[in-house]
Nanobody
Framework: QVQLVESGGGLVQPGGSLRLSCAASGFTFSRYAMSWYRQAPGKERELVASISSFGTSTNYVDSVKGRFTISRDNAKNTVYLQMNSLKPEDTAVYYC??????????WGQGTQVTVSS
């Protein structure tokens, strides 16, 4: 079955960095785009970044452009989100996402990122 397991969240001071990882299994990872979403308390889940199957194309929400970098290692079935210059407004639960050919979305359990002094 499909599994997406996120890791790497934590508490960081403003201006700090974190690297999130998402280990995927149960599907042919290298054939699909992958995405990171986040959901802050009281807000809707939003798309943060996405990456094409071979990593040649990436997209970011405006609020993280220039600070976050999405990447992937198809040999390890893992997608990453490098987050630099973190701000308090980046505080959220971050989720890894895959959408199957049948347009079925799959989510990981999420990893909490808290940016606070």
């Amino acid at each position: 079955q499909v599994q997406l397991v996120e890791s790497g969240g934590g508490l960081v001071q403003p201006g700090g960095s974190l690297r999130l990882s998402c280990a995927a299994s149960g599907f042919t990872f290298s054939r699909y785009a992958m995405s990171w979403y986040r959901q802050a308390p009281g807000k809707e889940r939003e798309l943060v970044a996405s990456i094409s199957s071979f990593g040649t194309s990436t997209n970011y929400v405006d609020s993280v452009k220039g600070r976050f970098t999405i990447s992937r290692d198809n040999a390890k079935n893992t997608v990453y989100l490098q987050m630099n210059s973190l701000k308090p407004e980046d505080t959220a639960v971050y989720y890894c996402n895959w959408v199957s050919n049948a347009w079925q979305p799959y989510w990981g359990q999420g990893t909490q990122v808290t940016v606070s002094s």
